[in-house]
């Protein structure tokens, strides 16, 4: 909380809380090392973060996959099933190139209706096994579990709450930082206060572009403080009169 982060716990899947969230634009993205996060719904996921010397993060995004590589959430979780998951142990023998060539060969918009109709049985048989493994009934738990988790819904109290925003505490991260790493105060400004400074100044920038589409006029405000007085952006708060006009308050 010390960085103004709020905290949300999940219910169940946390890859399946945060693929919500970032579908629902109520994050940039999600931090994760589950590639079952594309299969909850996320858009964009981060990975292999190094934050040393020349560091740099990768990104993942699914308009990119969907049209590079033709693939959708429906066909994502048709692969799952084919080649295995946490929740499903797949076809035995079957690699990603033919698994990518049959769910294909059905369409985004059939593949999965064709998996919970008719199971994996036919696969096999198309793969030359021997016996003509019947329905499994567990498809349409697996495709249930990727497309229907147990989350807080996005417009619940729950998560409005925990998604609210939480102002910088400089004093507390101060201390925080002091007992763990042994950090004087200023080495703690000199990592975390151009962070801050981004991430205000981006939160503010989607504000007002958020303010114009409403034909309001959010007004930058006056009384923002330079970061050596621990003074942010994040703690001023803005507010739309009964006239329609827009102010800001510390």
Request: proline share 3%; hydrophobic share 35%; aromatic share 8%.
């Amino acid at each position: 909380m010390a960085l103004g982060v709020s905290c949300l716990n999940g219910i169940e899947e946390a890859e399946a809380h945060c693929a919500l969230l970032n579908s629902e634009s109520l994050c940039d993205g999600c931090f994760s090392s589950d590639s079952d996060i594309f299969l909850f719904g996320a858009r964009t996921v981060y990975r292999e973060i190094y934050l040393g010397d020349g560091g740099y993060v990768v990104c993942y995004e699914m308009a990119e996959i969907e049209n590079k590589l033709g693939l959708g959430r429906d066909s994502l979780i048709a692969l799952s099933l084919l080649l295995g998951s946490d929740y499903h142990q797949g076809v035995h023998g079957l690699g990603p190139e033919l698994a990518c060539q049959i769910v294909k060969s059905i369409g985004e918009k059939d593949v999965l209706k064709k998996f919970a109709s008719e199971g994996l049985g036919w696969v096999k048989k198309r793969k030359g096994a021997k016996n003509n493994i019947g329905k499994d009934d567990t498809i349409l738990q697996v495709i249930d579990a990727y497309l229907k988790p147990k989350c807080h819904s996005a417009d619940s109290d729950f998560v409005l709450k925990a998604h609210s925003q939480y102002p910088f505490q400089r004093t507390k991260l101060h201390h925080i930082c002091a007992v763990y790493f042994e950090w004087p105060s200023e080495r703690t400004d000199g990592y975390i206060l151009p962070c801050i400074v981004e991430r205000d100044l981006r939160r503010f920038a989607n504000l007002r572009s958020t303010s114009s589409e409403l034909g309001l006029n959010l007004p930058l405000h006056e009384g923002l403080e330079s970061p050596a007085d621990g003074r942010r952006s994040s703690e001023s708060s803005y507010r739309i009169g009964d006239n329609g006009t827009s102010g800001g308050t510390n």
